[in-house]
Every structure is written in C-alpha cells, then in structure tokens.
C-alpha cells in the first residue's frame, strides 16, 4: 500500500500492534455481550463495557466511565482535550452484539476468536468489536501525540435498537458535541476499497392482520366459497411487488437512482448467497434498488404450519411488513402509504387491520466539508485509491439524533466491516488487513484534520 512519505513510522508502529489488536479481539469476543437479558445475562455486557473502560483508559483517554441510559443500557464514555485552537474528533463504536442465531450454522464457536484462511472470525469480530479495536490501535499508534481533541462513547444496545444512547445524546447535548463525529459501524465496499458510507435507509415496520371467517372452517365442507384468510394475506402481499419482483406501493417513488459507486451485479450476489439460477427482484442497477428506492419484505407470517395443519379454511392469518426507505422519503409518509396500499389491496371484501410498529428516518451526510476532504487524504496515502461514497441499506437511526444535535459537524461513517464479514449472519468475520489499515485511516485523519483547522 502507497504510504505517506511524511508518515514517521505510523504504518509501521500500526503493524507492530496487530499482534495486541489480535489478542484484543479476542479477550473481547469471548464476551457474549448480547443486550437482551431473555438470551443473556446482562452482566456480560457490563463486563464487556468496564474492559472498554480499562483499555481506552490505557490508550490515552481521560475520565473514561460508564453511564447509564435510559433504557438501562450503559454507554462508555471518555474524552482527551484539545490542544489549543485544535477541532473536536467524537468517535463511536457498540460493543453489544447480535446473537449467535443457528450455533449449529457455525464452523468454529462464535465467542471463540478462530482464525481460519487469513480472516479471524467471532461473533462481533467486525460488528462491532473490530472497530472497538481499531480506535484502540489508532489511539496506541498515534501516542501522545494526537493532534485533535477526542471525546469518546461507546454504545451498549444499538443491535437491541432501544434507543437508550440516543436519549442520552438527547439529554446530554453538550457533553458529546464534537467538530466531526466518526461513527464506525460501516465499512468498506470490499477488502481495499476505502468507502465512507453517506446515506442510511430508513424503514417503517407494521402487522398487518386480514380476516375473513368468523372461525376456522372445514375445507370439504365449506372450501370454494368460503373466503380464504391466507390466500387474502398472500395477495395482499403479493400486490406490494410487480412483476420484476421490485417494490410497488401506491403514492411512493420506486424509481429513484444512485449516484456515487456501484455494485457489481454478480459480486452482489455472492454477497448475498443468491442461489444460481434464481433472478435478483426489481428493475435498474443493484445500487439503485439498495440505497435509491423503497424496498419490502416480509419478516414473517403467522399461519398454520404445516406440520400439524387441519383440513380446514383459515378463518385470520398476520404478516409482519417491514419497508425500508431511502432518503428523501419521509418515514411516517411512508407507514401511510404503506397502509393505505394494504387495505386497499384487500380481496373479496376481507377485514384488513394494521397496527404499526414504528419508523425510523433515513440519513444523508453531507460530503463537501474539511472532515471528508482530510478522509480522502487519509483514504489515499493508505489505500492508494480515492475514497468511495455507499449506502447502506440498513438503519442506525442514532445518525439522525446527532445531526439534529450537532447540526454544524460532519458525520463520516466508516469501519472494518465489508459484505464478506457476514455481520449478523453465522460465521461472521473479519479481515485483519482491514483492522490494520482503516486504523491508520483514522490515525491519519486525526492528523490532516488537524491542519484543516490551523489553516484556517
């Protein structure tokens, strides 16, 4: 990789810490921070919270403690002054996880670190404890000399999506106000492909419940005639996709465009485990339907299984409905439309009752400031290419809580996490040359933002 001619040893001093990053990962992995006390124990994740309080401790932070929030998570939480005239960096990570899911699914125990063809994998290897990892690696490089003001936190629920950190923001404005705000809980587009992520799709979740019978019915005695709860649910459905597959709801724009990189057709598939043969859903590039337009999906259904199924004509059946929108759309717009579509899809006269679960707004960040332009600097003196721009499909609706905090700052979103690191998934990984090199990223960019700031 080009290296900075002016770096001093960064690179090589990052290279030297990789062996810790490693053991790091690993002491921290084997932590089943998962924040839902009905799966785990909730001193597991106070565990993994006081070991971020020992080792940012250790890297040069100052006053760093728990605090709880409202939803009874606890963020960790520290700060390193400004030298004078310096800008504030605020950098945030989670250190809760998902659950293991299907431990049958896993090729080696997900709370185990396991190295396996170059890549270490664990659950939360990348999401998001590889990039706990990589400000601890950045901060160790850099020393004692770290050009910028830091102000810390690191949350404790973002996986369970309760909302606690971003009520504390809320409430504690000025103790989190920054210049730039890191928010590392993305990644790059693919190994060795720098990427910041610039805009996040909301989403607007829903049952939808469809009755038709009084009660179950005989299916020889009464089945013909008799309305079908099901079968109204599965055309209900049915009616929110065209005939592509692609998303179709009455009063939303399903044809909107991506403007910053793509993504490639078959790598996208082989990201996404797309069986051979079978055709990806909707019209356009696969950016356009990832991070431009609307999309459905249906989380689940309640119905008769078939295993144990009676010979009778389903009388109600509910469909959990989740839509995930891209910015420009507003998330309540959405849920309305949503509903409105559903009802008025319903066949034969069917009952149709929705009853909303909740929204959360898409993001966009804005791209032009000091902050990106020290980004791509960093991005380019690492990576020897120039910083991409992605969406993402998913939410982290604590992005739309700081920008509405700290309207005047830059929110870059970056991290270890590529589409190989599975994240959520079983087996999920990390490549440890991305740990390495988006921490000299972010070493980098503490420095050149810096000088933004002198030459003003």
Known sequence: MPQDPTDDGLARRIAALMPRAKADL???????????????????????????????TEAGLRDVHLAETPDGSHAVLG??????GAPTVLLYCHY???????????????????ERDG???????????????????ALRALGDDVPVGLKFVAEGSEEQGTGGLEDYVRAHVDELHADALLVCDTGNAAVGVPTATTTLRGLANLVVGVSTLAGDVHSGMFGGPAPDALAALI?????????????????????????????????FRTDAGVLDGVALTGTGSVADRLWARPAVTVLGIDCPP??????????????????????????RTALDALTAHLKAAAPWGARVEVEPEGTGAPFRAATDGRAYAALDRAMREVYGREISFLGQGGSIP??????????????????????????????????????EHMAHVEALFLRHYAETAARR
Request: aromatic letters at 6%; charged letters at 25%.
């Open 119 to 137: 890549r270490w994998y664990g659950r939360g290897s990348a999401d998001c404890k590889g990039n706990v990892v990589m400000h601890l690696t």
């Open 306 to 331: 078939v295993v144990g199924s009676a010979a009778a004509v389903p009388a109600a059946a509910r469909a959990r409905v989740s839509l995930r929108v891209p910015p420009g759309t507003d998330p």
């Open 96 to 114: 809760d996880v998902q659950p293991p899911l299907d431990d049958v699914a896993w090729t080696s125990p997900p709370f185990e670190l396991t």
């Open 398 to 435: 604590l992005c739309n809580v700081l920008a509405g905090a700290y309207p005047e700052a830059e929110i870059i979103l970056m991290g270890v996490e590529e589409p190989r690191c599975l994240i959520h998934a079983p087996n999920e990984s990390v490549d440890p040359a991305e740990i």
């Open 79 to 84: 700060h390193r002054p400004p030298p004078k």
């Open 26 to 56: 690993a002491e921290l992995v084997a932590i089943p921070s998962v924040a839902d006390p009905r799966q785990y124990p909730p001193q597991k994740c106070r565990e993994a919270a006081e070991w971020l309080v020992a080792a940012f």
């Open 235 to 267: 055309r209900i459905l049915d009616s929110l996709r065209d005939a592509d597959g692609g998303t179709r709801i009455t009063g939303l724009d399903a044809d909107g465009q991506w403007a910053g990189a793509g993504y490639d057709e078959q790598q």
